[in-house]
């Protein structure tokens, strides 16, 4: 129940266009939901995240949607550049103390952008 | 600017060795967590702190220990380093794990370790 399954495992997209990365989770009690990026060399960092009392944010060509029912959540990266070639790992916590606020991570989809 | 910095990029050990990774946070962070990342793994946690000489063991740590002397520190012991040891190892911290909180987590550039 505390596992975030990430898919696809590796993903490759032409320049331009639209990259989707999916996530679900199975433990209601998780309401943060953040994507780390990681280039190669180095370590991962935050790209976006999203609390679920919103079904979409938006940050630049980045955008989360998020659906509670369906306890998914997903990455889209629009107009994709081969600067975006990279790691994305989805994650979940829960607004606690303790253990229970740390993160679980996603095992990580590999992006390539053609050129 | 937040900065966890690790002692080494690259490290070569030999079986059985003791090895010692270090981690270093510069914004009085409260929690420091090391992971190991492998193909098709994700990361996987293996000990977390959250202050001084306190820790918790993750999800995976067998084959460790850490050390938490200082609140900027944060050590992982490999006692006697065998081959599935073999690895990237990543460190972060976080500013607090106070209920209520969405803390921004943040790694270091990882130590590649091999051993032989």
């Known amino acids: 129940q505390q596992q975030v399954k990430q898919s696809p495992q590796s993903l490759i997209v032409q320049k331009g266009g639209i990259s989707i990365i999916n996530c679900a989770y199975e433990?209601?009690?998780?309401?943060?939901f953040p994507w780390y990026q990681q280039f190669p060399g180095k370590g991962p960092a935050l790209l976006i995240a999203?609390?679920?009392?919103?079904s979409e944010k938006k940050e630049g060509r980045f955008t989360i949607s998020f659906n509670k029912s369906a306890k998914q959540f997903s990455l889209h990266i629009m107009d994709s550049q081969p600067g975006d070639s990279a790691t994305y790992f989805c994650?979940?916590?829960?607004?606690?103390?303790?253990?229970?606020?740390?993160?679980?991570f996603g095992k990580g989809t590999k992006l390539s952008v053609k050129p | 600017d937040v900065k966890v910095t690790q002692s080494s990029r690259y490290l070569v050990k030999r079986t059985g060795e003791k090895v010692f990774l270090e981690c270093v946070q510069d914004?009085?962070?409260?929690?420091m967590f090391w992971y190991r990342q492998d193909p098709g793994l994700g990361l996987r946690l293996i000990y977390f702190?959250?202050?001084?000489?306190?820790?918790e063991k993750g999800d995976i740590p067998e084959g460790y220990s850490v050390s938490r002397e200082k609140k900027e520190r944060f050590s992982l012991i490999l006692e006697s380093a065998s081959t599935n040891q073999t690895s990237m190892y990543l460190c972060?911290?976080?500013?607090?794990?106070?209920?209520?909180?969405?803390?921004?987590?943040?790694f270091g550039p990882g130590t590649r370790l091999t051993v032989l």
């Open positions: 999203i609390r679920p009392d919103v």
């Open positions: 702190s959250y202050d001084v000489k306190m820790k």
């Open positions: 994650a979940a916590s829960v607004r606690s103390g303790g253990s229970q606020g740390n993160l679980i």
């Open positions: 433990n209601t009690a998780f309401d943060y």
């Open positions: 914004m009085d962070h409260e929690n």
């Open positions: 972060a911290s976080r500013l607090s794990s106070v209920a209520g909180s969405y803390n921004e987590q943040f």
